[in-house]
């Protein structure tokens, strides 16, 4: 078989029946991931969602779309509204926990994180953002409980919260062991998270009073990082974090051109 794209997908399902309703979903979300036309997106679903008033996704795709674009109330609003129809989607609730961590709703946040953990219990990283809710409350001990026995794998939910667990306890040798391990996995071609990876472990290092192995880390960082906003010079994540590089290496010129691109 061939290879084909998203895009190329997206025209064969047109082709077939443009109005079957995956067909419209599809365009709906392929505005939303792939072309990045937020806006447009939103116009989609809310369409979807006239057509479809007992499906829950069209409110569900309006709630991230919303929080995307930064109009906090309304994701709340969409949230509710796909939950009202579909109570037990766990992914939703979730996603709505982790709107509200960044309304600094915690409190509401640890409660919906926990309707989500009754219908995934083993889910680590539902049990990750969990975590992460009791940093913010400083319940550190039940943080460290929740963690305990997690696998850490990864910068995912689990890592997150565990990083931000050993920075309070200024546990800096777990940390840089942790990188370190991640960077021994990776594939040879993976630079963006190499990239990522080295940077943080950067001031990490720094923080730990090693200054030499800081150095050698965000001249890696900056290595890696800087080929891939080559190839990709959209990635905002990676240019974010080649500034961070550049920072620790005390070029303030190359971090402000990275941090204003």
């Known amino acids: 078989p061939g290879h084909y794209t998203a895009e190329d997908l997206l025209k064969k399902a047109r082709s077939l029946d443009p109005g079957l309703m995956q067909a419209q979903f599809a365009e709906a979300y392929f505005q939303y991931w792939v072309e990045q036309r937020y806006a447009t997106a939103y116009s989609s679903f809310e369409q979807l969602r006239e057509r479809y008033p007992n499906d829950a996704e069209p409110a569900y795709a309006l709630a991230l779309i919303a929080r995307r674009l930064g109009r906090w109330q309304d ?6 509204a796909s939950l009202a129809l579909d109570p037990i989607n766990a992914p939703a609730l979730a996603e709505w926990g982790l709107t509200l961590m960044g309304l600094r709703r915690f409190d509401a946040a640890l409660a919906t994180f926990d309707r989500a953990l009754e219908l995934s219990p083993a889910d680590a990283q539902l ?4 975590a992460s809710a009791y940093l913010a409350l400083g319940r550190l001990p039940e943080a460290e409980a929740l963690l305990k026995g997690l696998p850490l794998e990864a910068w995912d939910y689990v890592g997150a919260a565990q990083f931000t667990l050993w920075q309070y306890q200024r546990r800096t040798d777990a940390i840089i062991a942790a990188q370190q391990g991640f ?3 990776l594939d040879p071609g993976a630079e963006f998270d ?6 943080f472990l950067g001031w990490v290092q720094r923080s730990a009073g090693q200054p030499a192995s800081a150095e050698r880390s965000f001249k890696q960082a900056s290595r890696a990082l800087a080929s891939v906003v080559e190839h990709q010079p959209d990635n905002y ?3 974010s974090s080649l500034a961070s590089a550049e920072a620790g290496l ?3 010129e190359a971090t402000e051109r990275a941090g204003q691109r």
């Open 250 to 252: 005390g070029d303030l």
């Open 194 to 199: 190499r990239g990522l990876y080295l940077a």
């Open 237 to 239: 994540a990676a240019w």
């Open 183 to 185: 960077l021994d996995a």
């Open 127 to 130: 049990l990750g953002r969990k």
């Open 75 to 80: 994701s709340l609003k969409q949230f509710e």
